[in-house]
């Protein structure tokens, strides 16, 4: 395969002189690795090229970098090493790659990775990766229906970025409605000079419904999406847990246990919670009767202005690593349980630290 007909591939997150020249794979007939290794001989890539041949690897382009100092293959895997690979894990030899799922197809791309990192002698320095395909890419950007356009994504790249990308969308989607009522509020506060407006209270009353609303879309949305891509209630399945559960010995006093701990866990988060809010009122009383405190010549009048200001950052940051560790303390057995934990509680205390400052 000549350099001059290769175009479609993104080999390296480098500069790399092969990142112009790689093989087309729109078809979606191949997929590619990339290997960098340092150069330590003259006869380097003759000899990687031999080794790669015999390891069962198309060696589709080789190429030697302007300094000298590393050479760069571009390599497919031949239909008897894409065979063994695929026995090894138990799959159903099929032919070519793209017979296999997306996931089955990173799967074996990178036990040939491993082939190369651990086997190849010859290669010293050497690092490899699974090179992307930019027409895929560019079907992404082009693709104006956003549900193909996330059945693309969770193709390539994965269900859960696709629910991310999914997710994003639909937020994004309805933050039109706050904006425009937000854009209206604050021109009746420009209009009148009164950044008091009386639309205040009926704003705050659409966003906290606009929340509601928001959070029920949202889970309904995940959930349409999650079925488009084979993966709804995975994280619920119950025989997968009763597998979790058993493989880490889960049991009913464990579930005890874990009521116990996450009692605890919550005692303290309103502890520290409540905490936080008296040093903040603490410092508004202050603030109030600066000038009775510290005359109305001191410059020290201003520091309570200046501690309320600085107390809801430092309490977030005091925050985080507390609340992440009462979640880990929880003992929660699967992670989306764990990050609903961890979210409710950053959730709450950021309301009212930001929210009330």
Not at 175 to 203: C, E, K, R, V
Not at 275 to 299: C, F, N
Request: hydrophobic fraction near 40%; charge should be positive; glycine fraction near 4%.
């Amino acid at each position: 395969m000549s350099a001059s007909n290769l175009s479609n591939l993104s080999v390296s997150p480098m500069n790399s002189p092969l990142s112009q020249k790689s093989p087309r794979n729109g078809n979606g007939s191949k997929s590619y690795i990339f290997v960098k290794a340092k150069k330590y001989r003259t006869d380097t890539i003759l000899a990687a090229s031999v080794e790669l041949r015999k390891r069962g690897f198309v060696v589709e382009v080789e190429q030697e970098t302007k300094n000298g100092a590393s050479c760069h293959f571009l390599l497919s895997l031949s239909p008897a090493l894409l065979q063994k690979l695929a026995l090894t894990k138990n799959y159903e030899p099929k032919k070519p790659l793209s017979h296999y799922s997306p996931l089955q197809q990173l799967i074996l791309l990178n036990s040939a990775i491993d082939i190369i990192t651990e086997s190849c002698t010859f290669l010293e320095g050497r690092e490899a990766w699974i090179a992307h395909d930019n027409s895929k890419f560019d079907s992404f950007l082009k693709e104006s229906n956003i549900k193909t356009k996330l059945s693309k994504i969770s193709d390539y790249f994965g269900p859960q970025i696709a629910l991310y990308f999914g997710w994003l969308y639909h937020y994004t989607s309805l933050l039109i409605y706050p904006s425009l009522f937000g854009i209206i509020t604050f021109a009746h506060q420009y209009y009148y000079s009164n950044i008091d407006s009386s639309w205040m209270p009926f704003y705050a009353i659409f966003i906290a419904l606009w929340t509601t609303v928001f959070l029920e879309l949202s889970k309904r949305n995940c959930a349409v999406n999650a079925n488009a891509f084979g993966v709804l209630g995975q994280e619920e399945d119950k025989e997968a847990l009763k597998k979790y559960d058993e493989l880490t010995q889960y049991t009913k006093k464990d579930s005890r246990n874990k009521s116990f701990h996450q009692l605890l866990s919550f005692g303290a988060i309103m502890i520290l919670i409540y905490i936080m809010i008296e040093i903040m009122l603490y410092a508004v009383d202050k603030q109030l009767r600066a000038e009775e405190i510290y005359g109305k010549d001191s410059y020290w009048k201003y520091f309570p202005s200046i501690l309320y200001s600085v107390i809801p950052i430092i309490a977030s940051s005091v925050f985080q690593p507390f609340a992440e560790y009462l979640t880990n303390f929880e003992g929660n057995s699967v992670e989306v349980r764990y990050h609903s934990s961890l979210c409710l509680y950053y959730w709450s205390a950021n309301f009212l630290f930001i929210g009330g400052s």
